[in-house]
């Protein structure tokens, strides 16, 4: 079996789904299903994870020797303080791909992102803001939320203080980092620049869908429902459902009009994450503020 020696860190609602998807289809490159195993970020409660590491190596299984590249992509390792140590441990040579963006569009788009998987159920963000607090200490977090630091938006998105402590950990040539507005500008040239930081070919790939795109539940109860009985079955060590589940939260998710906050909610994201925005400018060796304009 070939262990998995790439991982994309994250960050969650930067384009890692989109990138993990291009990429599992070169012909050199395996990715594993689920896209996001959650393994080794521990110090995270998840109810979907692998319970060894022999249930975890499984889901490369499929993976031969035309295959230079093996990875996962679960956008929880970026944040976590466990991960990466622990990736390094397991793959000391292991690369790393790690997707950012304007942290003030990452807030609403991740506060969307749970709604839909039914984790969130504060129908504001100007709310769900308002109560990182209180959930940091473990109040008012749905019981359909296996951690509360999953609440934690201004955490998740500083982004400055994850990669600097990534970059304390790896050295640079072992990571390859991708900005989402560069992606949506020319993602064949971002995409080329994987290839060669991976070493494997290109395939002529010239179509690069956007997958994942911010979706918000049309009755968010629905979701927190949706989410209660996929926890309960995978609770009860049933396997796959009828697929109803599925047809449900499809037809529940509807395309969200991207980033829509009121102009004071914005202003209170620039004034926040002006000091980390600038720590990620220094990092990068290129000048992001105007992500805070």
Known sequence: MKRPNFFILGAPKCGTTSFASWLSAHPEI????????????????????????????QLFEAADEGHLVVGEATTGYLHSLEAVPAILQYNADAKFLVCLRNPVHMVPSLYSQNLKSGIEKELSLERAWALQKERRRGVLVPRTCPDPKQLLYGPICSLGEQMERLFKLVSRERVLVILLDD???????????????????????????????????????????????????????????????????????RRAINNLISPEMQEKLCIYFRDDVEKLSKLLGRDLTSWLA
């Open 183 to 253: 992606m949506k500008i020319d993602p064949r040239r971002e995409y080329r620049r994987a290839l060669d930081f991976l070493g494997v070919g290109d395939d002529g790939r010239s179509h690069f869908p956007v997958e994942n795109a911010r979706q918000i539940p049309r009755y968010p109860r629905l979701a927190q429902g949706v989410r209660v009985a996929a926890t309960v079955r995978k609770r009860l060590g049933i396997g796959k459902g009828t697929g109803v589940a599925s047809i449900v939260q499809s037809w529940n998710n």
């Open 30 to 57: 395996f990715m594993s299903s689920p896209k996001e195993p959650r393994y080794f970020n521990r110090d995270f409660q998840s109810f979907f994870r692998p319970r060894s590491i022999k249930e975890y190596e």
